[in-house]
T-cell receptor, first 115, second 111 residues
């Protein structure tokens, strides 16, 4: 069975601090996808990144970066120089790499960035 | 940019009533999904739909729920007799072989 664990329920930082959101996953599949979504207070799910299990390269997109380590089954997300607009709930998710991709979500981490 | 749309954005209903939540997936996508998020909790898979039939469903998706693609564009979720615990945000998603795209959600409130 697939499982995603986000142990950090809530994180509070002050603007311009760096923050890392942890994600640990479990799967028996050798091929799978990992995702991060942002859920702002308005409620929609905003896609941030998809990573397949064969690509362990770290990715950077502006202030966002992701560290994928198969050896520890982790896919952590770092926001550099956080801003108030980064305040949201962030979900990590996992899917099998098949045609239809049921996502298994973690419980989310609420990030509060204060000015 | 193509997007998944959902209507209504907010639905209030009385316990025991039937509700239909509507979704318009991205036009060339073949896989469709419904997810549910109870307030403050994680997003949970309900059902996936492919080739005009359910391909997978979760334990949550019991006989009170049904899905339909009545025409070439809409994808609906029906709850026959709503319960208080059905109050949640319902997300529709569609996917190409690579990425699922989520709609903005319908907030269902059962009184």
């Amino acid at each position: 069975a697939q499982k995603v664990t986000q142990a950090q329920t809530e994180i509070s930082v002050v603007e311009k601090e760096d923050v890392t959101l942890d994600c640990v996953y479990e799967t028996r599949d050798t091929t799978y996808y990992l995702f991060w979504y942002k859920q702002p207070p308005s409620g929609e799910l905003v896609f941030l990144i998809r990573r397949n299990s064969f690509d362990e390269q770290n990715e950077i997109s502006g202030r966002y970066s992701w560290n994928f380590q198969k050896s520890t089954s982790s896919f952590n997300f770092t926001i550099t120089a956080s801003q108030v607009v980064d305040s949201a709930v962030y979900f990590c998710a996992l899917s099998e790499a098949r045609g239809f991709q049921k996502l298994v979500f973690g419980t989310g981490t609420r990030l509060l960035v204060s000015p | 940019e193509p997007e998944v749309t959902q209507t209504p954005s907010h639905q209030v209903t009385q316990m025991g009533q039937e509700v239909i939540l509507r979704c318009v997936p991205i036009s060339n996508h073949l896989y469709f999904y419904w997810y549910r998020q109870i307030l403050g909790q994680k997003v949970e898979f309900l059902v996936s739909f492919y080739n005009n039939e359910i391909s997978e469903k979760s334990e949550i998706f019991d006989d009170q729920f049904s899905v339909e693609r009545p025409d070439g564009s809409n994808f609906t979720l029906k709850i026959r007799s709503t319960k208080l615990e059905d109050s949640a945000m319902y997300f529709c998603a569609s996917s190409d072989p690579d990425n699922p795209f989520f709609g903005p959600g319908t907030r269902l409130t059962v009184l």
